[in-house]
């Protein structure tokens, strides 16, 4: 089974996310979503994510050190996790999400 794990700061903000993955279909699919805003950070708001690999785990901490891009890179992460949580409603039991520091509802 697939699993993220997504944590959340005291403001509802996404800050790291971690995903125990496999070779399955599911497993390279959640990859993608994850790794797609580590691009998007990198080449497009010049950010510098800091992203580890063990194995078959990758855990990737945001780069919240411009202020004034809090907003975009809100919009990519809940991208992301909006994109993890359809594929764990159409995999159900192949794929599972789960969010910690969920006090403030962004």
């Known amino acids: ?10 403001e509802g903000r996404v800050q790291v996310v971690t ?6 279909p599911e497993g390279l699919a959640a990859r993608m979503l994850v790794e797609a805003p580590i691009l998007g950070m990198k080449n497009y708001l010049h950010l510098d994510p800091e992203v580890s690999r063990e194995g078959s785990v990758l855990r990737v901490r945001v780069d919240r050190s411009d202020l ?19 594929l764990a409603h159409d995999r159900p039991g192949k794929v599972a999400v789960r969010e910690v520091g969920l006090d403030v509802l962004v």
């Open 1 to 10: 089974m697939v699993e993220v794990l997504i944590e959340r700061d005291d």
């Open 19 to 24: 995903l125990y993955g496999d070779d399955s």
């Open 68 to 86: 004034f891009l809090d907003r975009e890179i809100d919009a990519i992460m809940e991208t992301m996790v909006l994109g993890l949580q359809a």
